[in-house]
C-alpha cells in the first residue's frame, strides 16, 4: 500500500529555517500533485504550497509566499518544503499530501488521495 511519510519537523528559533521532507514509499511521487497543508492548535487546515505532477508549476498560500519553497528530487523519491524566515505563527503540523487529478496546475482545493501522518513544527524562543 502506497504511504507518504514525512520528516525534518522539529523547534527552531525565529527567524530561522527548516527543510521537511515528504518520501513515498511504495508510491512514485512524480506521478502526483504534492501539496504541503498545515494545522496550527485552534485553526482550520491551511495550503502551504503544491507543486503540479504535470509542469512543475508552483503555488504558495499568502502567509508563506517569499519565505517557503516547494521542491521535487525525483532520483530520491522526494518532495522538500524549504522554510525560512520563520515566525511563530509557522508553529503547525505539517502534511504531506497527493493527488492524481487531471488539471495541469495544483491547487489547494481539489481532493487529494493519500495523506502523511504529519510532522510538528514549533518556532519559539
Known amino acids: 500500500q502506497g504511504q507518504l511519510v514525512e520528516s525534518g519537523g522539529g523547534l527552531v528559533q525565529p527567524g530561522g529555517s527548516l527543510r521537511l521532507s515528504c518520501v513515498g514509499s511504495?508510491?512514485?511521487?512524480?506521478?502526483?500533485?504534492i501539496h504541503w497543508f498545515r494545522q496550527a492548535p485552534g485553526k482550520e487546515r491551511e495550503g502551504v504550497s503544491c507543486?503540479?505532477?504535470?509542469?512543475?508549476?508552483?503555488n504558495y498560500g499568502e502567509s508563506v509566499k517569499g519565505r517557503f519553497t516547494i521542491s521535487r528530487d525525483s532520483t530520491k523519491n522526494k518532495v522538500y518544503l524549504q522554510m525560512n524566515a520563520l515566525k511563530p505563527d509557522d508553529t503547525a503540523v505539517y502534511y504531506c499530501?497527493?493527488?492524481?487529478?487531471?488539471?495541469?496546475?495544483?491547487?489547494?482545493?481539489?481532493?487529494?488521495?493519500?495523506w502523511g501522518k504529519g510532522t510538528l513544527v514549533t518556532v519559539s524562543s
Open positions: 511504495a508510491l512514485q511521487l512524480d506521478h502526483f500533485h
Open positions: 507543486i503540479s505532477r504535470f509542469d512543475g508549476g508552483t
Open positions: 499530501a497527493a493527488g492524481m487529478y487531471l488539471s495541469n496546475s495544483c491547487a489547494f482545493w481539489y481532493n487529494l488521495d493519500y
